[in-house]
């Protein structure tokens, strides 16, 4: 058990259609991180917050992404007008409690746009 | 982009053989992690490594950080079938800056 839980796990969709994924952390940490793994690739970073605030966004998250963490806790990731090459792994990490960027991971939303 | 280079990309292997891949980078890592993934499931952290020179074991697991800060091998000692997955060396290139990846190593075992 990581600590992260996320949901969903699997989403079909159609293109165009919008989507969200959430991303909730058992225990509090400062920050959150999303990345996204396609097929044969190692997880790629899309966005991280400290607390609430955005702090870096990757090129890869286009105009259509959106993400969000209100209360510094759970985090969401919307994707607008899904695109067939939308469809990967969705991630949600948390660093550990060392000094270290030790990361744990999620067990990821699988998303499948049609 | 910083890039992590894994190989070999994929091994077969028999049941109770030793398994050593590597990691290298064009530049200098300050922090190595190797994860294990398993189908549908996210990376799991086996070992962090903090130090040039570093060796580092979980078990069967045992990892070193290159002097160079920029490479890192994992070695699994008497293979067994639950060694099956994807084989992920990652780290920050510095600071609390995110995850890089390499494409990762495919370990099959062959009971």
């Known amino acids: 058990d990581t600590g992260v839980s996320q949901n969903p796990r699997h989403k079909i969709t159609k293109r165009g259609q919008n989507v969200t994924f959430r991303c909730d952390p058992i225990?509090?940490?400062?920050?959150l991180y999303w990345y996204r793994q396609t097929l044969g690739q190692g997880p790629e970073f899309l966005t991280y917050?400290?607390?609430?605030?955005?702090?870096?966004k990757s090129r890869l998250l286009s105009d259509r992404f959106s993400a969000e963490r209100p209360k510094g806790s759970f985090s969401t990731l919307e994707i607008q007008r899904t695109e067939q090459g939308d469809s990967a792994m969705y991630l949600c990490?948390?660093?550990?409690?060392?000094?270290?960027?030790?990361?744990?991971f999620g067990p990821g939303t699988r998303l499948t746009v049609l | 982009g910083q890039q992590l280079n894994q190989s070999p990309q994929s091994m077969f292997i028999q049941e109770g053989e030793d398994v050593s891949m590597n990691c290298t980078s064009s530049?200098?890592?300050?922090?190595w992690l190797w994860y294990k993934q398993e189908p549908g499931e996210g990376p799991v952290l086996l070992i962090a490594?903090?130090?040039?020179?570093e060796l580092t074991s979980n078990g069967r697991l045992t990892a070193q950080f290159g002097i160079t800060r920029k490479d890192s091998f994992l070695n699994i000692s008497a293979s067994i079938p639950s060694d099956v997955g994807i084989y992920f060396c990652?780290?920050?290139?510095?600071?609390?800056?995110?995850?890089?990846f390499g494409k990762g190593t495919r370990l099959s075992v062959i009971a």
């Open positions: 990490a948390v660093p550990g409690q060392g000094l270290y960027n030790e990361q744990f």
């Open positions: 225990s509090e940490h400062n920050r």
């Open positions: 917050f400290q607390n609430e605030a955005q702090l870096e």
């Open positions: 530049s200098i890592f300050n922090t």
């Open positions: 490594l903090y130090k040039a020179g």
């Open positions: 990652a780290g920050p290139n510095s600071g609390n800056t995110p995850l890089v």
